[in-house]
């Protein structure tokens, strides 16, 4: 299908992009990588009175580390973050995640802050972006609000973003290189959404595991760190238990690819794989 | 009446300057103001990867980004890389191995191919069918593609 008709405003600086959400208000949309809003656009599911198409404000782009935070400004595309030397060493999660971010022809066009605004429930930056305890940087006339990922995700593409306001940036503390992190996602073709997925870290101790943040995504209404994972110290021994305990907390919807119990046993599959990875695999003897 | 833009872009290597509609995307734009009726049409919501055109050197879906986002990209069709002959060696590996039957997805499938040989890494099967996903193909069901991509990618390593 083709998209409704609407006004198109190409916004060449943050001023130029706050002016038109001022006056639009809830009838303007931020037009970014685009490939989550056009095929709504195309398909009539949304039909706004104006797109901003915040892409031609260069200063919105780019990968930076700053004070062990690394700063992906919100228009930087999937593809500089996969191909970016600075996140395969800082955020090796995000690293490997960003391989499992749609097509190929996909990851060349959306950009980081897009994922994070559209909030999809099955989408891998936001698991990400709550598992790295991640900060949002918004910005409107008014000044800049800083919202943590876990109070930015409300629900199915539901976020605390007020209709004025831009995602222009994000920041990320650096992994410590003692940490362990795991990364798995469930999906019927490499690329395509998340039938389930799971994003964790944790810290390495000498007999297991402590602090350990774990996200199951493509599963709940929006994605948050599991209060059964952080509240346990983890051992081999604990590994099936556990997984079930977290499995058995979550509150997944039912979809066309699964109802609410395939998700569970999904999900309990690959938070044991997960665990797995962070414990450094099974030993030898 | 919906108020038209104007663009100035490059297709092909050819300067183009339009009026356009707002919400006309960039694969509409090209194939009915341009008439390069190579780019197709298939799902126009990014799922089939059938409308890939390459925008200032990296493929993306022509139906997620309008034609009005285009003002001062170089754009390249599978005309334009059928023309410059940089397909040349994958047309033959996709004739060799019977890799096409209807032809509906060709076109993008080409430019997707042209993007992984030309970034020249060793891939094997399976992840030349991870960079491929993003194009879907109803008639082969993908072994005969894989093979004429790997057969192209085989040919560049014994190159250099």
Known sequence: ?285 | MTEMLPIKLSVNGAVVSKLVDPRQHLTDFLRSDLGLTGSHIGCEHGVCGACSVRVNGQVIRGCLMLASQTEGAEIETIEGIVESGEAAELIAAFVARNALQCGFCTPGILLTAAEIVAEGKCLGRQEIRNELSGNICRCTGYHAIIDAVEMVLAEKMKEE
Request: proline share 4%.
């Open chain 1, 1 to 285: 299908m083709k998209a409704a008709t609407f006004k198109y405003l190409r916004a060449e600086s943050r001023d130029e992009a706050y002016a038109a959400f001022t006056e639009y208000g809830d009838e303007g949309f931020v037009l970014a990588g685009g490939q989550s809003l056009m095929p709504m656009l195309n398909m009539r599911l949304a039909q706004p009175a104006v797109l901003v198409d915040i892409n031609p404000i260069s200063e919105l782009s780019g990968i930076s580390l700053r004070d062990q935070q690394l700063h992906i400004g919100a228009t930087t595309r999937h593809v500089e973050v996969e191909n970016s030397t600075l996140v395969a060493a800082e955020l090796p999660l995000i690293g490997c995640a960003i391989k499992h971010v749609a097509h190929r022809g996909i990851r060349n066009r959306g950009t980081f802050g897009g994922s994070l605004a559209h909030a999809d429930p099955a989408a891998e930056m936001p698991a990400c972006a709550v598992v790295l305890d991640a900060t949002l940087i918004l910005q409107s006339r008014a000044g800049e609000r800083r919202v943590k990922a876990a109070d930015f995700f409300l629900g199915v593409m539901s976020t605390d973003r007020r209709s004025d306001e831009i995602l222009t940036g994000i920041e990320l503390p650096a992994q410590m290189s003692t940490d362990a992190w795991a990364f798995h996602e469930l999906s019927r073709r490499h690329g395509d959404f998340a039938l389930v997925g799971v994003a964790a870290t944790a810290q390495r101790r000498s007999i297991g595991l402590d602090g350990l943040r774990l996200v199951v995504f493509g599963c709940e209404e929006r994605p948050k760190v599991s209060k059964i994972a952080a509240s346990m110290l983890l051992s081999r021994k604990d590994v099936a238990e556990l997984a079930t305990a977290i499995a058995d907390d979550l509150d997944p919807m039912s979809d066309l690819e699964g109802d609410a119990k395939t998700k569970r046993i999904q999900a309990r599959t690959l938070v044991e794989r997960s665990l797995e990875d962070l414990l450094g695999g099974w030993p030898n003897d």
